[in-house]
């Protein structure tokens, strides 16, 4: 198996080098070579017409997303675009994914093909509002233990890691020191992005298998409102030097009821587009913590414009030359929560386990459980059983748009807040989600049954499990 793995991991290195070497017909070719290996490895997993899709994209040289690739594999450099090709694609997406379904049903318990880990909850900013600052600002997962989580993790065939914090790159020497130890692995770090310099630029150069989501607000006002004065043009300054030095990189936007025109709006794209990035993340805001502000979650007006509104950037034409996604409204694609180890898991830097990134309550700590049983403990387990939240994937978490299921698996498994700072009820947390649940309901079961009539039921296709 190790012979043929290394074997099948050459062939698609092989493949790889052409499409970064070649232009024009020879890059299609091997574009498409790509994509015919990966059927061969993904047969059974993905539906003929997903690659069949992709072929069609690559022979259209003129379309907007073939002169998207074509603009990356120019400008990024050659070894970023190998090391993730091979670890992001061949080692998670195809092997890794793989692995971890087989290892769910074998151990009858959700295991996650991404891990987002908080190496520190230390930070240079003192973000307004900033969720991860209610841990506590001086704890740490030391480097023994993130090496022992990855060694832990491709066991279980889970070859991709995702970094918050507080600011992941407090630790950016250790950080490098994991991606050159784990040349497997695809590493993924969300930051402010105000650590960044020209030395630490040419070390993700040097190992390849590190890429970054930048977290932005909206323009210099708004932006420095949150964070401090000065560090928009930081970031934009950040963004020039990634730039040049040929990284991967994207922007992590938080949407609230005061921004969410602005950060979706033509002339914010032009800018993060122009300055080098490939995609953006957008992330709903979540009344997290008991001192968050519920006031700053959408309207369900404004979050019915963001559906529409991320699916007009990416679309196949217009829209703009970036690859937008939406951590809520995109859950039709993966078919709702992710969450509890499904797809992902969150270890904060205490080793608490916890099911997401913005649902603060576990029954195990890594520092005291194997990652297999931390990925057994009863509110994961409660989270398998429960998933999908909600028939209609528009509404597809338990605390924001199902508040009754998580209060009632929190109840159920004695899960405790790992707020170290002021523990919160999940009472507390989901009640102020209840009224905002409600009036979304309407408005996203419209849009489900608009995408999605099924013909001769007798009720919603959207109806909640009950």
Not at 217 to 244: H, T, Y
Not at 304 to 315: F, P, S, T
Request: charged share 25%.
């Amino acid at each position: 198996m190790e012979i043929t793995h290394a074997a099948m991991r050459s062939a698609f290195g092989a493949v790889i080098d052409g499409t970064i070497k070649y232009v024009n017909k020879d890059r299609e070719r091997n574009l498409l070579k790509l994509v015919d290996l990966s059927e061969q490895l993904l047969r059974g997993t993905f539906k003929p017409e997903v690659f069949d899709g992709a072929r069609e994209l690559i022979r259209d040289q003129d379309g907007k997303w073939m002169a998207y690739v074509n603009r990356a594999l120019e400008e990024l450099h050659p070894n970023i675009i190998r090391m993730n090709a091979l670890n992001l694609g061949f080692e998670a997406g195809f092997c890794g994914y793989r692995k971890t379904r087989e290892l769910a049903r074998q151990y009858d318990c959700n295991i996650p093909w991404i891990l987002l880990m908080d190496p520190t909850s230390a930070c240079n900013l003192h973000c307004t509002g900033c969720w991860a600052a209610e841990y506590g600002n001086r704890l740490n997962l030391t480097y023994e233990e993130l090496d022992d989580i990855i060694c832990q993790g491709k066991r279980l065939g889970i070859y991709f890691y995702m970094l918050t914090g507080g600011e992941p790159l407090v630790r950016k020497k250790d950080l490098i020191c994991l991606c050159e130890k784990h040349r497997d692995c695809a590493f993924h770090a969300f930051t402010n992005g105000t650590l960044i310099d020209e030395e630490f630029c040419k070390e993700v150069v040097r190992v390849g298998n590190l890429t970054f989501s930048i977290s932005l607000e909206g323009f210099e006002e708004v932006n420095d409102g949150r964070r401090g004065e000065g560090i928009f043009d930081r970031v934009m300054q950040a963004m020039d030097l990634m730039k040049s030095y040929g990284l991967l990189y994207g922007t992590s936007i938080c949407y609230t009821r005061n921004n969410v025109e602005t950060v979706t709006s033509d002339e914010f794209l032009d800018l993060i587009i122009e300055k080098g990035c490939r995609f953006t993340w957008y992330f709903h805001y979540m009344p997290v913590g008991n001192d968050a502000a519920p006031e700053l979650m959408p309207t369900r007006e404004q979050r019915e414009y963001m559906y529409h509104r991320v699916r007009e950037i990416r679309a196949k034409e217009g829209g703009k030359p970036i690859y937008a996604m939406d951590f809520q409204n995109d859950g039709e694609y993966v078919r709702g929560c992710i969450a509890g180890g499904r797809i992902y898991c969150h270890i904060n830097p205490n080793g608490d386990v916890e099911p997401c990134v913005f649902i603060h309550y576990s029954n195990a700590n890594i520092r005291e459980k194997s990652l297999l049983d931390c990925f057994r403990q009863p509110i994961f387990q409660a989270y398998r059983r429960n998933q999908p939240f909600n028939e209609n994937h528009l509404r597809p978490c338990p605390m924001l748009e199902n508040p009754k299921y998580l209060k009632q698996m929190v109840e159920e498994t004695g899960a405790v807040s790992t707020d170290l700072q002021s523990p919160e009820t999940v009472e507390h947390l989901c009640g102020k989600c209840n009224q905002y649940a409600q009036e979304w309901e309407e408005t996203a079961d419209r849009l489900w049954e608009e995408k999605h009539e099924c013909g001769g039921c007798s009720g919603p296709c959207s109806r909640q499990r009950q």
